[in-house]
């Protein structure tokens, strides 16, 4: 018996890395698979073929149910068209894993207006539009829905990363937003930030450098390990299925055999006034209210960042010139 006998899923971003993990492992386990994707690179340019087919040629070998679907996360009509799919197939949708997702790293300084929007579109947008055509369904049907979307330890803020940081962030402000809509009819939104080897991962600094050097991308030798990208879909099939029907607007993280749960942001500490604030005040009571235990920057200012910064660049190009 799987855990998820009985049950519709459409995983996007099912062509690769944990889309497809997910696809083939919800399979396993008994949820007949809509495996949606556009078949893009890692920074969402266009493949020749899209490697979906590939996913549900592999569900199908095992003696598992799905079929592919070709098309855009962040398309509405190939959103409606692939919740569609889904029901006119297998009569119901009861999960939806959204994971498909690209990345163009920039700082922020250096980023274009194109690498902003397309990598909002894909993860912000990529998100609403397949849940929005599952929760009119899941509204109908009043019985039973689960998102699982994918965020990331971005979510938090990472340098070089602002697009999909922001993006990321926007994920979880949409499960637990959702979470609050949704529960009366019967669904839980949950988001999981994972970390696997896979092409996406490949593509970082270290992992360049080691490429580079010969050695074969680490996504390659991950199978088995706690890299595994397969090491993610039992959190997502215990969310997915009946008994996880009580955990909504939470965040997980994946990574390997580790899983966890982030605490919900509280307000760690309060100043008020009784009466419209006065500036000088706010200035005389800041630093011992609010501004306590800020050590982020070590009791530096950001301008004294910036003057080490400064005197380290000309100490460099001072020592190049004694040099040349
Ligand atoms: N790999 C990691 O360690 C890691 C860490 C944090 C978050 N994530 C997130 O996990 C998810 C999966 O990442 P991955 O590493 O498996 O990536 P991957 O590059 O291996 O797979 C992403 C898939 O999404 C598809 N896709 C991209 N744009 C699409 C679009 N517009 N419409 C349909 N499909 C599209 C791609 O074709 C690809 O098959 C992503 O959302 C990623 O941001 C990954």
Request: one cysteine or more; charged letters at 25%; aromatic letters at 8%.
């Amino acid at each position: 018996m799987g855990k998820l006998d009985g049950k519709v899923a459409v995983v996007t971003g099912a062509a690769a890395g944990m889309g497809r993990a997910t696809a083939i492992y919800l399979a396993r386990q008994g949820a007949k698979v809509v495996a949606w994707d556009l078949g893009v690179d890692v920074e969402g340019k266009p493949l020749e073929k899209n490697p979906v087919d590939e996913t549900v040629e592999t569900i199908k070998e095992e003696g598992n149910e799905a079929i592919a679907f070709n098309g855009d996360v962040a398309d509405m009509g190939d959103a409606e068209n692939a919740i569609g799919t889904a029901i006119d197939t297998y009569g119901q949708l009861d999960i939806l894993c959204t994971i498909a997702g690209f990345l163009r790293e920039r700082m922020v300084f250096n980023m274009t207006e194109e690498e902003w929007d397309q990598v909002l579109r894909v993860h912000a947008k990529g998100t609403f539009a397949p849940t929005k055509f599952a929760a009119v369904h899941w509204r109908q049907r009043r019985e039973y829905g689960r998102l699982i979307s994918f965020t990331s330890g971005a979510w938090l803020g990472s340098p070089g990363q602002i697009n999909y940081g922001s993006a990321k962030a926007a994920v979880v402000g949409f499960v637990r937003s959702t979470s609050a809509e949704l529960v009366r009819y019967g669904v839980t939104t949950n988001a999981i930030a994972p970390s696997a080897a896979t092409r996406m991962n490949d593509r970082s600094l270290a992992q360049q450098e080691a490429i580079r050097d010969g050695s074969p991308p680490p996504s390659t030798l991950a199978g088995g390990t706690h890299r595994d990208p397969f090491n993610l879909p039992p959190l997502i099939t215990y969310l997915a299925s009946p008994e996880g029907g009580n955990i909504t607007g939470k965040v997980f993280m994946g990574e390997g055999w580790h899983y966890a749960i982030y605490s919900d942001p509280v307000k760690e500490t309060n100043l008020w006034t009784d009466k419209p604030w006065d500036i000088d005040q706010l200035f005389e009571r800041f630093r011992d209210t609010l501004g306590r235990g800020l050590t982020e920057l070590e009791g530096r200012t950001a301008a004294d960042v910036a003057a080490a910064g400064r005197d380290r660049v000309q100490a460099e190009i001072a020592n190049a010139q004694k040099g040349s």
